[in-house]
């Protein structure tokens, strides 16, 4: 299987607290933390963008791999809060970056974004032995979200995180090295009505002067949401463990998508991993999307919990719904 080398991260330096949230809305910080486990999120500049975010991770990636910008050939993008319908936030990135003639699109899988993204490149890779795939995760959900409904509001937040993937390692890997073993992505439309932002693409019949309204924002049922989210995750993780022969004992650390610590707990506790196998970073980012998982994997390199030769387990869950599993062998 292909593996990663090198990755990034970046998050914007505004910090929400949440007694800042206490002054918008109807809510406590004692509310949000024991629902949640968040107590701060970040908020990307009013002057930022998507591809921003998207490029101080790339860069960081590539600085951590030692590789050239124009090593690379593709460019895969994941993002539910693009920088615009057109053009692709990935087009916008490849100019930042200053490369051409790349391979560059966007793909958008909800929360599970990265790793369907990983998974395209890993296909990619196998295709072309010679590929060097950038996959960066971005999102600024601070802008999907209406700013007066307390039960989302307090729950996203914006970030970006970034991985270089190829077939072959260079002769002497730098930085953040794992070979992705396994990964494992499953979905079911029935359920796409229960995270969704109806308008703003071909659903919601709009004109120049339609007012703003909430069908432009982030819509959640958080309790359906919430069982799915455990089960899915859940069942992803043990699929994928059996499959390649994989007890929990074998997992080093386990990174569910940094949506809700309660939810993090239920799938821990529900696969028997112990807390400190556990990652989580949620009270620090809140849900940044699909840039969750990848956040959390630089957080938790950078926190040494991730060893040479350790094997990490990686599941998400988010709108459609899509959830996944992967497994990758640390280098
Ligand atoms: C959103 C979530 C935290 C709400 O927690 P919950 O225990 O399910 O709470 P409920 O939605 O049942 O709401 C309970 C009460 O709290 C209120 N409430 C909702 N948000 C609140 C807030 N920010 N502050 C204070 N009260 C709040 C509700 O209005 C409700 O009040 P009511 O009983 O008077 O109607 C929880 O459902 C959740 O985390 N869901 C998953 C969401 C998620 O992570 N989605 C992304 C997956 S990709």
Redesign the pocket.
Known sequence: MPYINGLGKYVPEKIIDNAY?EKL????DE??TS??GIKRRRMAAPDEITSDLAYKASLAALHDSGRNVTDITHVFVSSATPDALCPITACVLIRKLGIKGVMAFDCNA??SGFVNALQLACYTAKADPNALILVVAAEIMTRKVDWSD??????FGDGAGAVLVSQNLPPDPKGFTAEIKDILVDTDGEFSEL?AIHAGGSREHYTVGTPVNREYFIR?E??E??KQ?VRSMTSASQTILERNGLKIEDIALAIP?Q??D??IQAVGDRLNIPEEKLFSNVSEYG?T?SASVSLALADARNAGRMPAGSTVLLT????GFIWTAALLKII
């Open positions: 949230l809305v109807e809510t406590s509310w949000i629902r949640t909800a929360c307390r039960s989302t509001c307090v729950l995270i959640m958080g309790r949401v919430f989210a998508h949506a809700n309660r939810i849900n999307s998400t869950f988010g709108g």
